[in-house]
């Protein structure tokens, strides 16, 4: 039985939380729009460069059959509101990595880790508490309380009001589906 190599798939807040200063044996794979989102930090920059040319960061993009395939998750999940492409990105290529590799996605953003948690990936926070469980959201009316499917709605149809968001507290254990892979 052969153990599965380890790696590691960071977003943006864990190169601002100082990442790159703890890489020495392990890689570390991002997409190519968290350099995008990190193009005017100049100090990260040079230390990601310097990832690069050791080929100690890869960056990668992943296939749109996967981003498709998470995408469709977070709409499950409700996520998709707040979950930018770049996240999605991410997500998608940890997912494609988890079917060779131990993967540890890096991320203090907590839909990051509400959706590696829907689709059994570990994550690990650097900054921020983390999830305690998965979460469910739904769309809502603060007005008249009418919950809305339509992810493309923002005002209530009935009384006009911008919707918002809130976990599902009807929803059990059999979609919470037991523990999820969290290191950290």
Same mark, same amino acid.
């Not at 200063?21 to 997409?31: A, L, S």
């Not at 040079?46 to 996967?66: A, D, H, L, T």
């Not at 983390?130 to 009316?141: E, H, L, P, V």
């Given at each position: 039985m052969?153990?599965?190599?380890?790696?590691?798939v960071? =977003?943006?807040?864990?190169?601002?939380? #100082?990442? *790159?200063?703890?890489?020495?044996?392990?890689?570390?794979?991002?997409? %190519?729009?968290?350099?995008? &989102?990190?193009?005017?930090?100049?100090?990260i920059m040079?230390?990601?460069?310097?990832?690069? !040319? &050791?080929?100690?960061?890869?960056?990668?993009? %992943?296939?749109?059959?996967?981003?498709n395939?998470?995408?469709?998750?977070?709409?499950? *999940?409700? =996520?998709?509101? /707040?979950?930018?492409? *770049? =996240?999605?990105?991410?997500?998608?290529?940890?997912?494609?990595?988890?079917?060779?590799?131990?993967?540890?996605?890096i991320?203090?953003?907590?839909?990051?880790?509400?959706? $590696?948690?829907?689709?059994?990936?570990?994550? /690990? !926070?650097?900054r921020?508490? #983390?999830?305690? /469980? !998965?979460?469910?959201?739904? /769309?809502? $009316?603060?007005?008249?309380?009418?919950?809305? *499917?339509?992810?493309?709605?923002?005002? $209530?149809?009935?009384? #006009?009001?911008r919707?918002?968001?809130?976990?599902?507290?009807?929803? #059990?254990?059999?979609?919470?589906?037991?523990k999820?892979?969290?290191?950290?």
């Amino acid at each position: 039985m052969s153990v599965k190599k380890q790696i590691y798939v960071a =977003d943006t807040c864990a190169f601002l939380s #100082g990442l *790159t200063g703890f890489i020495e044996d392990v890689k570390i794979y991002t997409v %190519p729009e968290v350099l995008n &989102e990190l193009k005017n930090n100049v100090i990260i920059m040079e230390m990601i460069s310097k990832g690069i !040319r &050791e080929n100690k960061i890869i960056i990668k993009n %992943p296939s749109e059959e996967s981003v498709n395939y998470i995408s469709d998750i977070s709409l499950k *999940t409700g =996520d998709s509101v /707040k979950l930018s492409r *770049t =996240d999605l990105n991410l997500i998608a290529l940890g997912w494609e990595f988890s079917k060779k590799y131990n993967v540890i996605i890096i991320s203090d953003d907590y839909s990051i880790q509400n959706m $590696c948690a829907e689709i059994g990936v570990v994550f /690990k !926070r650097l900054r921020e508490k #983390g999830i305690s /469980k !998965r979460i469910k959201w739904i /769309k809502y $009316c603060p007005a008249c309380f009418r919950e809305e *499917t339509d992810s493309n709605i923002i005002k $209530c149809e009935v009384c #006009g009001t911008r919707l918002k968001f809130k976990p599902d507290k009807r929803i #059990g254990k059999e979609y919470y589906g037991g523990k999820y892979k969290r290191s950290g």
